[in-house]
Nanobody, 120 residues
Framework: QVQLVESGGGLVQAGGSLRLSCAAS????????MGWYRQTPGKQRELVAT???????NYADSVKGRFTISRDNANNGVYLQMNSLKPEDTAVYYC??????????????WGQGTQVTVSS
């Protein structure tokens, strides 16, 4: 099965930066897209940024201009560079991919999440 493992979360002060990394492993026949979502207690998981295999990126308005998503297709990796962090960015960040685990199955996969905390 496809597995996603995130890293890079932590505690930073407002205005600081963090870089999140995610690596996909397992039985992967192809990846259509990868990205990052985030969730806080009592709220629905929301999109932060996604990137397609061709490199087309999409960002939530709240992070546009501050966050940059990138990927390494050869290594099935996705990254999120977060600059000018704000307290409202505090959340658990989840790596996501839409991938083919075999020739017939296209599914969504999620990592376990990494905590990002931004202090005032």
């Amino acid at each position: 099965q496809v597995q996603l493992v995130e890293s890079g979360g932590g505690l930073v002060q407002a205005g600081g930066s963090l870089r999140l990394s995610c690596a996909a492993s397992g039985i992967i026949f192809g990846i259509n897209a990868m990205g990052w979502y985030r969730q806080t207690p009592g709220k629905q998981r929301e999109l932060v940024a996604t990137i397609t295999h061709s490199g087309s990126a999409n960002y939530a308005d709240s992070v546009k201009g501050r966050f940059t998503i990138s990927r390494d297709n050869a290594n099935n990796g996705v990254y999120l560079q977060m600059n000018s962090l704000k307290p409202e960015d505090t959340a658990v960040y989840y790596c996501w991919t839409e991938a083919w685990s075999d020739l017939r199955s296209l599914s969504d996969y999620w990592g376990q999440g990494t905590q990002v905390t931004v202090s005032s």
